[in-house]
Nanobody
Framework: QVQLVESGGGLVEPGGSLSLSCRIS????????MGWYRQAPGKQRDMVAR???????EYAESVKGRFTISRDSDKNTVTLQMSSLTPEDTAFYYC???????????WGQGTQVTVSS
């Protein structure tokens, strides 16, 4: 079983920055695609950013140029650096790991990000 633990959420003013971190309980190496998803109240969970094995990254259109995902396979962590935050970024943010061979997925418990003045 893979366990993911997110940290770094909180309250930030519009235009501010926040960094989320996800620590994974096993070696992610080159067999797990890693991603961040978010879910606002009453809405579905959507992909925010993904870091694919091999180095390719994907971003939702709404966060391109503002968010950056990175992974450290030695430390088994994945980070989401967020800047120029707006109230529309307010949501519960979840870390995701997907095994590239069997597509088994694992989720963290999530961390709340609130953008408000």
């Amino acid at each position: 079983q893979v366990q993911l633990v997110e940290s770094g959420g909180g309250l930030v003013e519009p235009g501010g920055s926040l960094s989320l971190s996800c620590r994974i309980s096993r070696n992610i190496g080159n067999i797990y695609d890693m991603g961040w998803y978010r879910q606002a109240p009453g809405k579905q969970r959507d992909m925010v950013a993904r870091h694919i094995v091999g180095g390719r990254t994907e971003y939702a259109e709404s966060v391109k140029g503002r968010f950056t995902i990175s992974r450290d396979s030695d430390k088994n962590t994945v980070t989401l650096q967020m800047s120029s935050l707006t109230p529309e970024d307010t949501a519960f943010y979840y870390c995701n790991a997907r095994q590239i061979f069997n597509h088994q997925e694992f989720w963290g418990q999530g961390t709340q990000v609130t953008v408000s003045s």
